[in-house]
């Protein structure tokens, strides 16, 4: 069974930077697509970054030129760097992993992890 666990999720002034970490076991990481998604308290949950298998990186446009998403396919782990952080990137950010990239991110598909709570706040 796949399994995700997300981290260094935490507060941080508006314009500074935190790196998630997303570390999948259970599975071969290599097969599979990987997403980051974000969900703030009574709003839908977002596609923040979406890294398929073979690297390709898609965004969503909230967060376009300000994060970067990256896998180490030899740590079975992907990554999130946010620079410029605002307080609208508050929210807590989920990863997800399906072997169908259409599959990504979707509610019932795949697999998900527990999510990391980010907090931007001065």
């Known amino acids: 069974q796949v399994q995700l666990v997300e981290s260094g999720g935490g507060l941080v002034q508006p314009g500074g930077s935190l790196t998630l970490s997303c570390v999948f076991s259970g599975s071969i990481f290599r097969n599979y697509h990987m997403g980051w998604f974000r969900q703030a308290p009574g709003e839908q949950r977002e596609l923040v970054a979406r890294?398929?298998?073979?690297?390709?990186?898609i965004y969503g446009d909230s967060v376009k030129g300000r994060f970067t998403a990256s896998r180490d396919n030899a740590k079975s782990t992907m990554f999130l760097q946010m620079n410029s952080l605002k307080p609208e990137d508050t929210a807590t950010y989920y990863c997800n992993a399906a072997t169908v990239l259409s599959a990504v991110g979707h509610p019932t598909s795949g697999f998900w992890g527990q999510g990391t709570q980010v907090t931007v706040s001065s």
């Open positions: 890294v398929a298998r073979g690297g390709t990186t």
